[in-house]
C-alpha cells in the first residue's frame, strides 16, 4: 500500500481530512522547524501510552508494541506547520491536566479504565470542538483563514495512532489479512462477520 492510500483510508476513518494530510503525502518537511519543541524519552513513552489505549492489545498487538509514541513525534517535527506543532506540544500538558482534574493524578498514573474513560472524554470534547468550528465557518465564509483556530489535540492524537499502527509492520500484518503480492482482482470475496480488512 502506498503512503497516499494510506492517508486516505486513515482520513475516511476518521470522517474528515488529517492534519498535514499534504505533507504526509509529499514527504516534504516543514521549511520553519524554529517552533520545534524537541520530544524528550518520556514524551515517547507517554505518547505511547496514549495510542495504547486508544487501540489497546487484544488478539494482535496494540499501538505500544507499534512504537506509535515515536512515530508521532517524527510526523509533529517533520510534517506538521508550527501553530500544529504547538497545538500538539500543548495537548500533552492539556491532557495531563485533564487526568489531574478528573482523577488527581497525572496520566501515566491512572488505570487502563481512568485511562479510557479520560480519552472518550477528551474525544467527545474534540468532535464538539471541531463541529462548533465548521459551523462558525458556515457562518462566516469570508473570514480570514491565517486566523482559524487550530484543530483540537486530541484528534491530532487519535489520527497519528491510527495512521502509525495500520501503516506499521504489525498494523498491516497483523491486525489486518495481508497480501504482499495481490494475485487477479476479485471484486466480489466473501465476508464473514468479524473478518479483519485487506492490508
Known sequence: ??????????????????????????????????????????????LDEVADTILPTTSTPGAKAAKVGQFMTVMVNDC???????????????????????YNADFMKLNPQQRHDLLVSQDKEAKDYTAKKAADEAKNPNRDKTKDQPVHYFRMMKELTLLGYFTSEIGTKQARRYVPVPGRYDGCIPYKKGDKAYA
Open 1 to 46: 500500500m502506498e503512503r497516499r492510500e494510506a492517508v486516505q483510508y486513515i482520513a475516511l476513518l476518521l470522517g474528515g481530512t488529517l492534519v498535514g494530510a499534504n505533507a504526509f503525502i509529499t514527504g516534504c518537511k516543514t521549511a520553519d522547524k524554529k517552533d520545534n519543541t524537541v520530544f524528550t524519552q518520556d514524551d515517547i513513552a507517554y
Open 80 to 102: 506538521y506547520e508550527p501553530k500544529d506543532q504547538k497545538t500538539f506540544h500543548e495537548g500533552l500538558t492539556k491532557l495531563n491536566d485533564a487526568a489531574n482534574k478528573a
